[in-house]
């Protein structure tokens, strides 16, 4: 790997892990928001009101900054990817393009609304707004999916004699069969984000004995939206993530459940170390014959591992592959575990009281961000050495011209500024928390220049 | 009309567009710390702008999305080569955008203070390298035979074969789109303001465009040396002159209005300057995207760049509904916002 290669692939998985960050939360509230915003308008209950205007705050803040990290991701595909963009912009600059002219206008303008326009549009235009901006962010998530799920799954294309791809149906390439079940996960994966981050911050306030009345709401909000988040996460958007998988991407499959050698009655291995020597996994925790069950539904199936495939087509990081889908999948079983027990405690009417409840609630929130990093690398780390899915090697696809030094300069200056977004960030956002839901009644917003 | 031309004016037009749009957001930024001096004006300041700068920055993004749609060819090689320069549009967007979603979370003034600079300076730089790019789109590039380059951020400063991003022409360039839009920004903010920032923004914006005036002279007759094929252009095809006039007309018609004290008209007669100019630009390059500077054989055209016919169709048809939808509801949104600032929902309601 020449080094200006490894520094664009760093540069590219810094910068977009670190983007994601926020458009995870964003649309996440935008259909929590949005839930508040109408129970406020239909039945004029001005507590409602109150939790949608704070939580308006909250996205408008992660907005600003999915934003901001947003723009380097569109330049970076000419910049960083010149022979990419030139092999794939015929077919995924159409999903770009739509992202822009259907998704961003729509986000951004309708932001504005409802930050500055309660009082000049009236409430049923500020309800309309919080529609909107469901609407616009869930159909980014949409249509920069339908890209990615075009690169793990290439569908709807020719190859000119230029050896570039030219899409053959726009219908096809926005019912690519990859597309539904990837968005399905993604977007169960930002809502659980999203319900975590209400639950942990109403959590906060009932432990501290603050704000009661928010606090159950959010509270309440969060767990029921968790729990189903998170049941979904599990079955059937992931379940039939992994199905997919292992039809069209055996290697894939193979790598990241730490699957060496081909056999029937395949085990799951539930813990334990790749052994990159030895090809076997070291101190090995597995269900047995489990995942031939799951991908086949039957205990004895053959599941193909990856010694049968030849070593240069294994994705270059298994291990960290391997932990990153791990990752994922424990933190969803713990998810699961913990958002039913508290979904429990909240129907029989016990789960405002249950300190140590609230206390997991609380500190629990940081993990869906982790567990969705996790599953992009496993997503993309698990694609390699394809940037397009057997058509397109990542080894080809850079700027010829931009040299390491060029890379590195800009991934440092990345690294810097990102760092600085990081911690602005994260003092914000407790700011917002700290002040509380009741002393943001007046107009002031975050995003808001003014008052 | 052949598809690729019309998607070169559509592409022509989303950064026309953006650069009127967002150009009084820079312009405003530009001049920000000059006529709002006091912590309630600068609020008055923001709020002008505070509902709209968001969409009208989405032109930027779109039109990359559009143009890497149309001639992905031509977004690869341009993006991959002003790779430095870009990286750093980049970090002051970056900046550009916080500044503005930030400065008011706090009433601490070092708080403020510093995200005004920001805002102030990431304006300037914004519009210097915007301008630069313009500048460089113009004069053209060292492609080579495989259709990619890469241009240093300086070499000699002379615009050459091999030329730097920054020479004396895209310098000038540089800080005519400086002025151009400083005036554009000041006669925006004299539309939604009042009292002492509109007075202090009408003496930027008289000042401003007789500078705007001037640089402009001088560039005019630089082109012709710096970038041949533009004369050639229209030597060729004459009727496009319509497009230099027409800018030229709309700068004189905003010195008139000035003088009548129509704020507006000003406005929108700027804006008219500014998107003929750009039309100018595009009507003597055409039918280039990106010139070669060594071997013109080498240029990039939007007929060697293009996508397929198919999704250059398929493209429009789902173009004109989006954009469609997008004009009307931003004209809506416009409409709403309408009128001066209004300094009652800002006094005393400090936090
Ligand atoms: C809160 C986050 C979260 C949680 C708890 C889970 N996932 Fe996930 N997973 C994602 C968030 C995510 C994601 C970020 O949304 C990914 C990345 C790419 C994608 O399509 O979705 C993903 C990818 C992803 C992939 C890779 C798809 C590919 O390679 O294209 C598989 C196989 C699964 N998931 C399966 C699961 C299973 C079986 C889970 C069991 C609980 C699970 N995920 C929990
Ligand atoms: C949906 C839109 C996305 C597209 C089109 C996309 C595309 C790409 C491209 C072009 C690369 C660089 C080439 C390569 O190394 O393969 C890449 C790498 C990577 N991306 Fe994505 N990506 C998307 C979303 C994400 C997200 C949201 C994340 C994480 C949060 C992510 C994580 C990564 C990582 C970790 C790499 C590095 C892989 C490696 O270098 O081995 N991607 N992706
Ligand atoms: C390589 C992949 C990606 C690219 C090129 C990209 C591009 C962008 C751009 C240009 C913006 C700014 C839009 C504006 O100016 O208004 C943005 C924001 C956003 N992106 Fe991404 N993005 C990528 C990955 C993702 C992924 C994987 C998702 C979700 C599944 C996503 C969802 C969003 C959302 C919802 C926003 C709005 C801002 C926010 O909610 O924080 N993006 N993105």
Known sequence: MTSALFYDRLQFAVTVIFHYLFPQLTMGLALLIFYLKSRAYWTHDAHYDQAGHFWTKIFALSFAFGVATGIPMEFQFGMNWAK????????????????????????????????????KFG???????????????WLSGLFVIATNAWMQHPVSYTIDHDGAVHVTSLWGLLTNPWLFWQFSHVMTAAVATGSFVMAAVGAYYLLSGIHLDSAKTFVRTGVVAGAGASLLLLFPTGHHEALQVFEHQPIKGAAFEGHFYTEAGADLVLLGQP???????????????MLSFIIHKHFGAEIKGLTDFPREQWPDTMPLLYYAYHMMVGLGTIFLSLMLTALVLLWRGHLFQARWMLWALMLIAPFPYIATTAGWMTAELGR???????????????????????????????????????????????????????????????????? | MSIDILWFVIVVTMFAV???????????????LFVARTDLERRVVMKAIGPVWKGNEVWLVAGGGVLFLAFPKAFAAGFSGFYLALNMVLWVLIMRGLSIALRSHF?????????DTVFASSSVLLAMVLGAAVGNIIRGVPLAGDGYFFVPLWTTF??????????????????????????????????????????????????????????????????????????????????????????????????????????????????????GGLGSVAWGLFPNLLIATEDPTHSLTIYNTAASPYGLQVGLVWFSIGITMV?????WVYLGFRGKVDRSSIEGNYE
């Open chain 1, 84 to 119: 990419f963009s030139t092999f794939a912009g015929g077919v995924i600059g159409q999903t770009l393009a739509m992202e822009g002219i259907f998704a961003f206008f729509l986000e951004s303008t309708f932001l504005g609304v409802l930050l500055f326009g309660k009082k």
């Open chain 1, 123 to 137: 409430p049923f235009i500020h309800w309309m707004a919080a529609l909107m901006l469901l609407l616009g962010s």
């Open chain 1, 275 to 289: 052994n990159m020597d030895t090809l076997t996994i070291d101190n090995p925790l597995v269900a047995p014959q």
């Open chain 1, 384 to 451: 390699q050495p394809w940037l397009v899915y057997g058509l397109f090697r990542t080894a080809e696809g850079n700027s010829p011209l931009v040299g390491s030094g060029n890379v590195l300069f800009s991934l440092l200056g990345f690294l810097g500024l990102y760092l600085f977004l990081g911690l602005l960030f994260l003092f914000l956002f407790f700011e917002i928390i700290s002040r509380g839901p009741a002393a943001l009644s007046g107009t002031r917003s975050i995003s808001e220049p003014m008052s």
């Open chain 2, 18 to 32: 953006y650069a009127v749009l967002d150009g009084f957001n820079l312009g405003t930024g530009m001049v920000y």
């Open chain 2, 107 to 115: 009433p601490n003034s070092l708080w403020r203070d510093f995200w």
């Open chain 2, 158 to 275: 002379m615009p050459g074969p091999t030329p730097g991003i920054l020479d004396w022409f895209t310098v000038l360039m540089g800080l005519l789109t400086v002025a151009i839009l400083a005036v554009h920004g000041a006669n925006y903010l004299m539309i939604k303001t009042d009292a002492v920032i509109h007075s202090r923004a009408s003496r930027i914006a008289v000042a401003g465009g007789w500078v705007v005036v001037l640089l402009t002279l001088v560039l005019m007759s630089t082109l012709p040396f710096v970038q041949p094929v533009l004369r050639h252009t229209y030597d060729t095809y004459p009727l496009g002159s319509i497009l230099p006039m027409l800018s030229v007309t709309a700068l004189a018609g905003a010195l008139y209005f000035r003088r009548v004290g129509k704020e507006t008209a000003v406005f929108f007669s700027w804006a008219l300057f500014i998107l």
């Open chain 2, 327 to 331: 004009i009307a509801y931003t004209t």
